[in-house]
């Protein structure tokens, strides 16, 4: 079964780097999002991307944030400046098609992102 | 604020029992229902969604939803000790939001 690939599964970095997490949707899913879940909360939504562009983007993805799709596979998130508070799991997901009931989400493994 | 609420647990079940899991929601113009199961530090794995009133079934999982009451639940029969996970509901609202909004999750413990 086609899967969502997230690469690394753990980035360690000190306040202030930048970091970029790396995700490839499945194949022939068209929309792209990237979730977190601090540690003990609930999963949170951060922005959805569509055709090359940000489709919707919560509070939570201010200027210190960027996505981008580089080449036909790759979605990445950017997160520059990173603070402690950014410490989380990130989950990237794909779906087929936008804002139809039979479009579920399907989840990637996750980095885990530890700013020191 | 669009809130999703679940209890969080634990609900601790025998080995071979149903379970019953709860979420409310209050936008009550949500269109889309959807339960996830986490295991400990991996990601939401998509068990089931549903749209429409009434159940829906699917193996040993059945979803139910009452928007009148705006309360979605999912059942599972004879359960297992790998069923033992915290299960997350999420709603997607209306208006073309591609957001799923996500309940806290209810830690389901399944005993041999």
């Known amino acids: 079964e086609p899967e969502v690939t997230q690469t690394p599964s753990h980035q360690v970095t000190q306040m202030g780097q930048e970091v970029i997490l790396h995700c490839v949707p499945i194949?022939?899913?068209?929309?792209f999002y990237w979730y977190r879940q601090i540690l003990g909360q609930k999963v949170e939504f951060l922005v959805s991307?569509?055709?090359?562009?940000?489709?919707?983007k919560s509070e939570i993805f201010d200027d210190q944030f960027s996505v981008e799709r580089p080449d036909g596979s790759n979605f990445t998130l950017k997160i520059r400046s990173t603070k402690l508070e950014d410490s989380a799991m990130y989950f990237c997901a794909s779906s087929v098609i936008r804002g139809r009931d039979n479009s579920p989400l399907h989840f990637g493994n996750g980095t885990r992102l530890t700013v020191t | 604020q669009k809130e999703v609420e679940q209890n969080s647990g634990p609900l601790s079940v025998p080995e071979g029992a149903i379970a019953s899991l709860n979420c409310t929601y209050s936008?009550?113009?949500?269109?889309?229902f959807f339960w996830y199961r986490q295991y400990s530090g991996k990601s939401p794995e998509l068990i089931m969604f549903?749209?429409?009133?009434g159940d829906k079934e699917d193996g040993r999982f059945t979803a139910q939803l009452n928007k009148a009451s705006q309360y979605v639940s999912l059942l599972i029969r004879d359960s297992q000790p790998s069923d033992s996970a915290t299960y997350l509901c999420?709603?997607?609202?209306?208006?073309?939001?591609?957001?799923?909004?996500f309940g806290k999750g209810t830690k389901l413990t399944v005993n041999p």
């Open positions: 991307f569509y055709n090359n562009e940000i489709s919707e």
């Open positions: 999420a709603v997607r609202n209306q208006g073309g939001s591609e957001k799923l909004v």
């Open positions: 194949s022939n899913h068209l929309y």
């Open positions: 549903i749209y429409s009133n």
């Open positions: 936008d009550r113009g949500s269109q889309s």
